[in-house]
């Protein structure tokens, strides 16, 4: 078991996984790797997740953190939960754009705007 | 890492390793040559997610996650254009064989996106026949 310091914040929100990141590039393999393991561990913990990943202050993210991003969206839906994100940079969204993963995933400006109506969904 | 003295043209090599940090610090060095050519912000994002993508693609698909294989990036960076080799010792692949992954059906594998954001980010990217050999480059917009 890995004793590498954690690489994500996890707050609960009115029973919302609020979710933010230690660092501001999400580029390295162990980094996402660990990432993903730390989420999925929270994820099946809870009975129907609802998950918000706020990512205010990243500033740079790679195809394989999307990967994992993936697989969390998989994981929360299985569980019959729901994922949202909030607060991505305007050059990370057009990365989402490209990839059409915002057709995928729920996108909101603001953490504040993407908790309303899902603490009581 | 090797470099010629900056002037006309920046020009290296490097040979990295998959470890913690090798990227980064290589990454850094790129950003402040092309910093101090001026390179803008939404260009330097551009160029180190294509750099990114590159060397992780050489390392896991290229030489299939060997520790002992290196990945190889020799780059020129003048004022207008920045060019980089990526090279890998792999066997090399078929670019063409690689699904679409903006397609409804493939949105939701989490792999096979790093080729789709080199080609978008960057103004011209191609493989060297087998296909270990990535070449791409960026070239400045044309201002009046």
């Given at each position: 078991m890995s004793t590498a310091p954690s690489r994500i914040r996890v707050v609960d929100v009115n029973g919302v996984m609020r979710v933010e990141f230690v660092d501001r590039d999400i580029l390295d393999e162990a980094s996402i790797r660990q990432i993903g393991a730390e989420l999925a561990r929270a994820i099946e913990a809870a009975n129907a997740p609802r998950v918000l990943i706020c990512f205010q202050g990243v500033e740079h993210l790679s195809s394989a953190a999307l990967g994992s991003l993936i697989t969390v969206n998989s994981l929360i839906k299985k569980r019959g939960g729901q994922l949202r994100l909030s607060n991505i940079k305007k050059s990370i969204y057009e990365v989402f754009v490209i990839t059409k993963l915002h057709k995928l995933f729920q996108v909101f400006d603001t953490a504040e705007q993407a908790l309303q109506g899902f603490a009581s969904s | 890492m090797t470099d010629s003295t900056p002037?006309?043209?920046?020009?290296?090599?490097?040979?990295?390793?998959?470890?913690?940090?090798?990227?980064?610090?290589?990454?850094?060095?790129?950003?402040?040559?092309?910093?101090?050519?001026?390179?803008?912000?939404?260009?330097?994002?551009?160029?180190?997610?294509?750099?990114?993508?590159?060397?992780?693609?050489?390392?896991?698909?290229?030489?299939?996650?060997?520790?002992?294989?290196?990945?190889?990036?020799?780059?020129?960076?003048?004022?207008?254009?920045?060019?980089?080799?990526?090279?890998?010792?792999?066997?090399?692949?078929?670019?063409?064989?690689?699904?679409d992954p903006t397609l409804d059906e493939n949105l939701e594998i989490p792999s096979g996106r790093g080729i789709m954001l080199i080609r978008t980010y960057m103004s011209q990217a191609f493989y060297h026949t087998p296909g270990n050999h990535l070449e791409m480059h960026y070239r400045k917009p044309v201002t009046k």
């Amino acid at each position: 078991m890995s004793t590498a310091p954690s690489r994500i914040r996890v707050v609960d929100v009115n029973g919302v996984m609020r979710v933010e990141f230690v660092d501001r590039d999400i580029l390295d393999e162990a980094s996402i790797r660990q990432i993903g393991a730390e989420l999925a561990r929270a994820i099946e913990a809870a009975n129907a997740p609802r998950v918000l990943i706020c990512f205010q202050g990243v500033e740079h993210l790679s195809s394989a953190a999307l990967g994992s991003l993936i697989t969390v969206n998989s994981l929360i839906k299985k569980r019959g939960g729901q994922l949202r994100l909030s607060n991505i940079k305007k050059s990370i969204y057009e990365v989402f754009v490209i990839t059409k993963l915002h057709k995928l995933f729920q996108v909101f400006d603001t953490a504040e705007q993407a908790l309303q109506g899902f603490a009581s969904s | 890492m090797t470099d010629s003295t900056p002037g006309q043209c920046d020009e290296g090599s490097a040979t990295i390793a998959e470890e913690n940090n090798a990227i980064e610090g290589f990454q850094r060095r790129i950003d402040e040559r092309l910093t101090a050519r001026n390179y803008t912000e939404t260009a330097r994002f551009g160029i180190r997610l294509a750099l990114e993508e590159a060397i992780m693609n050489g390392f896991h698909h290229g030489n299939q996650k060997d520790p002992g294989k290196r990945v190889e990036v020799r780059w020129q960076i003048s004022s207008d254009v920045a060019t980089f080799h990526v090279i890998d010792q792999g066997e090399g692949f078929d670019p063409d064989a690689v699904p679409d992954p903006t397609l409804d059906e493939n949105l939701e594998i989490p792999s096979g996106r790093g080729i789709m954001l080199i080609r978008t980010y960057m103004s011209q990217a191609f493989y060297h026949t087998p296909g270990n050999h990535l070449e791409m480059h960026y070239r400045k917009p044309v201002t009046k």
